[in-house]
């Protein structure tokens, strides 16, 4: 997670200068402990803080020059509403608002912050100005509440520094039977800035030879990877064009810019190369770079998002919704035909073929990934509306299963099933081993109005942990 973090300390001339002063100075000196990336206003004039109209210009100049991804505004007493949305009106930015716990009145019934009543002055201009923003409640500065606010807003920035501007490698159509995976590129472009940059396969293929003629050496290297880390039950020449399939998109998408990939996984692609690429997916995965099945290009989205919010660095798994538990009301299957990262499975994952497609052609992964507490997302839409779904699951055992999969229970499957139904989704999603769903839920204020729809009771908890609760 690389975000930068502009932080502007803000105080009112009639409360105290001093305990102003002594506060932005302990919030500096936390976010440096928590080796946050920020860019302060020290040197904007004598106190470091936003109170003065004369320095706004200044302030917004050196936060654009450092191109922070966000906003911090920290109330050190009551703070300068007016100038606090002069600034913020100059970005689209995530924004953060907090301010220290005030103390009690002084004996003689003086107040020395009202920091409190400052953030309410601030809240309001902020909306006049049409500036959305996220409000981390009153704590001290040491209380687990601020440094857990603090990452959870860097991990809900990163989110949307990750999905605007983002470009997803979509390598050949999608399957002409998979009307599901229709997307509108011009609208992915106008409400979100999401660009598709479209190559053949015939591009892919022609990488392949390239990287097989000039890269013999990272081939070789990577199939000693493969045989090292999966069981192989595929012929060595298999193994080496999944090799090479892997670096070739691994190339094109820097080439490229991209973020994330998806492919059209059947069927031109055994005519044309032979092979499934779910392990090339599943290799690229456990390197953070998400390839979604079926030229899925909405679920690229999904793993964008679901990759961004992880604070431990955790890798999503890109799934189908299958079928139910055979014996537990609320399990479900998660599977697919091999594209998760082998860093997730229980055991040592095999590489065959798929099932689905009768063992046809070589470059399936098989194997169960590790249980636990989950997030599931899913980001999709229709008739010009989009909404990203979101809840919670965790691992339980179940019937053995070809490809990847885990089996998973949710709180409410029959809630779940009619909004899957009932759309705008469809039978793809991501999961990963993280609750990231306040960072996520939190996000879709930023990202030009995408609502957040959870499918399980959970929605008050998220937002009470947002507010620091």
Partial sequence: MDVKLGVICTRR????KEDALHYKQMILDKLTEMKINYVDIEDINEEGLLFDEQDVEAIVDKMQKAKIDALFFPHCNFGTEDLVAKVARRFNLPILLWGPRDEAPLADGSRLRDSQCGLFATGKILRRFQRRFTYLTMCRIDDSQFSDGIMRFLATANIVKQVKQATILQIATRPAGFWTMMVNEGELLEKFDIRIHPVTLAEVKMEMNHIKEQRSEDIDALEKYIYDIMKVEVKKEDVRNTAALKLAIETLAKRYGCRAAAIQCWNAMQDDLGLFPCVANALLADEGFPVTCETDIHGAITSIIANAASLSNKKSFFADWTVPHPTNENGELLQHCGPWAPSLMKEKPTFGSPFAFHHSHPGALHGEIIGGDMSILRFDGDNGEYQLLMGHAKGIEGPFNQG???WIEVENLKQLEEKLVCGPYVHHCVGIHEDVLPQ??????????????????????IKSIIRGE
Wanted: hydrophobic share 30%; glycine share 4%; with cysteine.
């Fill in 13 to 16: 001339e009639i409360f105290s």
């Fill in 404 to 406: 990847t999969y885990v």
């Fill in 440 to 461: 996520v839920y939190e996000a879709c204020k930023y990202l030009n109005g995408l609502q957040a729809d959870v499918y399980d009771s959970s929605e008050e908890r």
